[in-house]
């Protein structure tokens, strides 16, 4: 039966393309907003999936990182003294209101002092030490390029944030935030914008096997005030949740997603019954030279699991030109091994589902049609 279904599918081919889209349409659907998703949640931890520090010292109870608030600075010398500890900086955070021109109208900002040495953790992945080092320059910042029209500058142009004066000196990409538009500029740019304190202490260690073990040895003293430190990984998870969870934007993502899956089964499904009925006289034989009709909805579930395929692959090839043209223009995105996995497999049992729910085609596959 299963080759029936295969030769079937290859012979009739033209009948069976309008399930083929309605499949792969649904897995573009997927991908994309999976792809979205990772990219935008994911802009929420890109201060610390795109630095190289190992392990984060905050304020207790900080759900994400753009809502740190001060710490102690002498914190420092606690994580200094440590011996697995090998590299410590300060992070400065500054929400503030940028102005491209004095009296215009601001846009929200959130600005991030770090150390501007070549050496430096903070947004090492992201940025080079030539375009660190001009951070070093009076009143410097840089800008994600995509929201150089968001600010109305160019570089080389002056700014203003919360009224003080700064320059915008190159930009980079995979700067973009969730919520407001990122800006980065050296520690002592920072403390100059805004003299609040440390927000944030970022540490390397020897040997990243370790990190638990330092994490414990280092909290709970007392003498430094209130702080809470927390892995790379664990901080990066936090901020994602924050803004998945917490926020309730996840619980739309996933109702959307429900949505599209029960939109494409129907959409999928129609077009498969509409295919099984059409072939009701040939089911309708079969039945008559003794297949069963378990063994007729065997051949629909396998047209199906081919149509799944084939529906899979194109949904692929779709999906792959969308996401390199997103990244051209510098659209957060993200996709990784599991979450294509995942596509997949709702890709399939979309399939699934679609050919459950043609079965009751074969209702009309009674061999006393034949007699008509």
């Keep these: 039966m299963v080759a029936l279904a295969r030769k079937t599918l290859f012979r009739e081919w033209s009948r069976f393309v309008p399930a083929i889209l309605a499949i792969g349409f649904a897995g573009v659907l997927l991908v994309m907003q999976a792809a979205l998703v990772l990219g935008i949640f994911g802009s929420a931890a890109i201060y610390v999936n795109a630095s190289s520090a190992d392990i984060w010292a905050g304020y207790p109870g900080t759900q994400s990182v753009s809502l740190g608030r001060p710490i102690n600075r002498d914190l420092e010398m606690l994580l200094r003294m440590d011996s697995e500890v090998s590299q410590v900086e300060p992070v400065f955070w500054v929400d503030g209101d940028w102005r491209a021109a004095l009296g215009q109208g601001g846009v929200s900002i959130y600005l991030t002092g770090i150390n501007a040495q070549p050496n430096g953790m903070m947004f090492d992945h992201i940025l080079p030490p030539d375009l660190r080092q001009r951070l070093l320059e009076p009143n410097a910042v840089i800008v994600d390029r ?14 203003w944030i919360d009224g003080k004066k700064v320059h915008v000196v190159a930009t980079i990409s995979g700067l973009r935030a969730l919520g407001g538009v990122n800006v980065i500029a050296s520690e002592q740019t920072a403390q100059m914008l805004n003299s609040s304190g440390t927000t944030y202490l970022i540490a390397r260690i ?4 370790q990190i638990a073990s330092v994490i414990q040895r280092l909290s709970h003293h007392t003498t430094f005030g209130p702080y809470e430190l927390w892995s790379a990984e664990d901080f ?16 739309a993502v996933l109702f959307l997603a429900a949505i599209v899956f029960l939109v494409g089964a129907v959409i999928a499904s129609q077009a498969l019954t509409a295919v099984v009925v059409s072939s009701a ?4 034989t079969l039945n008559a030279l003794g297949a069963g009709i378990n063994a007729l909805r065997r051949v629909v ?6 149509i799944g395929g084939f529906g899979m692959i194109v949904g692929g090839v779709i999906s792959t030109a969308l996401l390199v043209t997103a990244q051209q223009f510098d659209v957060p995105i993200g996709m990784t091994p599991l979450v294509a ?14 050919g459950l729910i043609a079965m009751s085609g074969l209702l009309r596959a009674d061999p006393a049609i034949l007699m008509r």
């Design 146 to 159: 995509a929201d150089i029209d968001t600010l109305g500058v160019v570089v080389g142009d002056d700014a």
């Design 206 to 209: 020897f040997h990243p096997d």
């Design 236 to 251: 990066a998870w936090r901020s994602q949740r924050y803004w998945m969870l917490d926020t309730g934007a996840g619980a």
């Design 281 to 284: 006289r040939e089911y309708a």
């Design 301 to 306: 579930l396998a047209q199906a699991a081919w």
């Design 341 to 354: 996995l995942v596509c997949i497999g709702l890709v399939l049992g979309l399939a699934l589902v679609s």
